[in-house]
């Protein structure tokens, strides 16, 4: 597979606390103290978005104090506060220098609230392609997963191929099944890719379907970020009340005959 150069950096969802539930605070669950994923690799140029659901102070603390951050930043020029806020609260940061950068949540440090962001130098990497079709899933929510296809459709509006994606989930309630779907134009000389997402409702099962029963609601979106051939990052953020946003990595489970 050719080394393709990345035109445009990628941005990387980190979750600030969770629940044993998996869907943040406000949801069922017990609060967790962690960040999600805890441990992430960028390259230079790449930003983060840590967000926070609310509910427990949190904050996000460089170990090298190159950044406190909560509500804002400390000393961002627009009023930012790193003090630990139980407030809903995003922030962004761009990452230009390679190196690790270790960082923790001032108030539950000690109970093992840390994180670390890797960041390479490299400027190049492997672009979407028909080998990116296949199963992908988090090995620790085994039981979801994504099922990718880089077809050689084309998008009449950009000329780009399209990708189609079925993300196999469950419902925020757990009462039924959620199958969100997935469909867009991406580039083959990016790693990353960005799709409108919908769920369907309404239809019965043959012989009692009928087209015209489906209904359709726009769900949000989903942002594929490539790695390499084997492993990634899916991040979502979603208008339905319940979804909210995250991000988790994804690690291939198949693929397809005569890829590699």
């Not at 103290?33 to 967000?51: E, H, K, S």
């Not at 108030?107 to 390479?120: L, N, P, Q």
């Not at 990353?192 to 609601?217: C, K, Q, S, W, Y």
């Amino acid at each position: 597979m050719a080394m393709m150069e990345i035109a445009s950096a990628a941005n990387h969802i980190v979750r600030v606390g969770d629940t044993s539930g998996g869907d943040g605070y406000g949801y069922p669950g017990e609060p967790l103290m962690v960040f999600v994923p805890a441990q992430l690799t960028i390259n230079v140029g790449d930003t983060v978005t840590f967000v926070s659901q609310g509910g427990m102070a949190h904050n996000v603390r460089a170990d090298d104090n190159s950044f406190r951050c909560a509500v804002g930043c400390d000393n961002d020029g627009a009023g930012g506060n790193g003090t630990p806020s139980s407030a809903e609260w995003t922030f962004t940061r761009t990452f230009n220098t390679p190196g690790t950068i270790n960082y923790r949540c001032d108030v539950h440090f000690s109970m093992g609230m840390t994180g670390s962001i890797t960041v390479v130098a490299g400027s190049s990497s492997i672009g979407i392609g028909g080998f990116t079709s296949g199963n992908w899933y988090d090995p620790s929510l085994d039981g979801i997963g994504f099922q990718i296809e880089a077809t050689t459709a084309i998008d009449a509006a950009s000329g780009l191929p399209v990708m189609v994606v079925y993300w196999f989930a469950y419902a925020p309630d757990g009462n039924t099944q959620s199958w969100i779907y997935a469909q867009g134009p991406y580039d083959p000389t990016s790693n990353t890719v960005t799709l409108p997402a919908a769920i369907t409702a309404g239809a019965r099962f043959p012989p009692n379907f009928v087209h015209e029963d489906i209904a359709l609601t726009l769900w949000g979106s989903i942002t594929f970020t490539f790695t390499d051939c084997n492993n990634g990052t899916a991040s979502w953020t979603s208008t339905v009340p319940g979804y909210g946003s995250g991000s988790i990595p994804i690690t291939r489970l198949t693929r397809i005959a005569g890829t590699q």
